[in-house]
């Protein structure tokens, strides 16, 4: 090998880890549902998943009947949307993880998997599925900004997309991206 194709790539080298990095599945990443039962997204494994930090005293908790909403429309076709309870902003998913449930079931019929409730904020105790997420190595590096961030994740556990919280389930965007998933 010479000098120059050495060179070459070095320089390249950068670019191939860092696309790397968002290459990696999340399946595996160890959560437990609402009723602390061990699972992972590796139960979703050929099934596209749309994941949502969710509260229930927040400005944006409408998004819940969007979220029920393209979930019952999609899910014959192979989406899971996955909603993860969080406290970091605002303080506004204070209650058990029993309130939490109740208060998805009864004020928004929310038929869709329900996670325990997880940090997502970057730092001491974000869970590890948000760090392959939004850490520095990870898929879409830089913190959930708020409640109802989300995030599109292919059959195969690859991170697709991220999505800001204001981006509604129903929209456009948000659509056209899991028919796109599905597709594949």
């Known amino acids: 090998m010479n000098y120059k194709t050495l060179l070459a790539i070095l320089a ?3 670019f191939v880890l860092s696309a790397a990095k968002t290459t990696k599945s999340v399946h595996d990443i160890p ?4 009723d602390l039962k061990e699972t992972s997204l590796k139960e979703y494994k050929g099934k596209v998943v749309l994941m949502v930090n969710v509260a229930s005293e927040c400005g944006l908790t ?3 009947k969007s979220l029920e909403k393209v979930y019952r429309q999609y899910k014959d076709k192979g989406l899971v949307v996955v909603g993860f309870p969080c406290n970091d902003f605002g303080k506004q998913e204070p209650g058990t993880l029993a309130e939490i449930k ?3 079931t009864s004020r928004y019929d929310v038929t869709f998997p329900m996670m325990e409730k997880v940090k997502v904020k970057a730092g001491s105790g974000q869970h ?7 850490g520095k190595n990870g898929a879409f590096p830089g ?3 708020w409640n109802f961030g989300k995030f ?3 059959k195969d556990g690859v991170p697709l997309r991220r999505f800001e919280p204001r981006e509604t389930p129903d929209s456009p965007k948000v659509i056209s991206a899991i028919e796109s998933a599905l597709k594949k």
């Open 152 to 154: 599109l994740i292919g």
């Open 31 to 34: 959560l437990k549902t609402i």
């Open 143 to 145: 913190n959930v900004k």
């Open 62 to 64: 409408p998004q819940y």
């Open 128 to 134: 590890p599925l948000y760090s392959a997420l939004t």
């Open 102 to 104: 109740n208060f998805c």
């Open 12 to 14: 390249l080298t950068p």
